[in-house]
């Protein structure tokens, strides 16, 4: 079975990432016990990532390089905000582990639209925040391996993403 639209596929895969100045750094690993089940097809992961693994079959190998500009983004200082500190309190109280350095939380915009923002410092202005995703402004090389493609379930394509291994939620 080759991984196309409306199947299943599970890879394993190491990423790393340029930023074009430090050379190539590990970013993740996904191992082949534990891998990265998505459904083709649906956004769910970058273009260019399934346009590596179109038409391959378990147990073929892809290695793909992708530009910060197919990738995430550049980098966007526009996305650094101060927010204040009283916008953070829970029932009038200051919510200090809420605030910490590192701490990424969800937010949502005027728009309504979920963001997620890392906060890099916290001082009297308020709460300094970076909303670019965490790999903006970085090339991408992935290497990998297919570990299996299955066909997704009709309620997977319903939903528009992987439910993991066999198809079903486990809560």
Request: a negative charge.
């Amino acid at each position: 079975m080759k991984a196309d639209k409306d199947k299943v596929v599970a890879v394993a895969y190491t990423l790393k990432v340029d930023d074009g100045e430090s050379g190539q750094e590990l970013f993740e690993t996904v191992s082949e016990d534990q891998p990265f089940y998505f459904l083709f097809g649906y956004q769910n992961v970058l273009p260019k990532f399934e346009e590596a693994i179109l038409g391959k079959e378990s147990g073929d190998t892809f290695s793909v390089a992708i530009d910060f500009e197919n990738g995430y983004g550049d980098y966007d200082d526009s996305k650094k905000v101060i927010i204040p500190k009283a916008n953070f309190k829970e029932e009038g109280k200051k919510n200090k582990d809420l605030l910490r350095v590192g701490r990424v939380i969800p937010m949502q915009d005027d728009k309504g639209n979920q963001m997620r923002g890392e906060i890099t410092k916290v001082d009297y202005m308020g709460v300094h925040m970076d909303f670019n995703p965490p790999l903006a402004g970085y090339d991408l090389f992935f290497e990998g391996k297919i570990i299996s493609v299955r066909d997704a379930e009709p309620v997977e394509i319903e939903h528009g993403h992987a439910h993991g291994p066999d198809g079903h939620h486990h809560h």
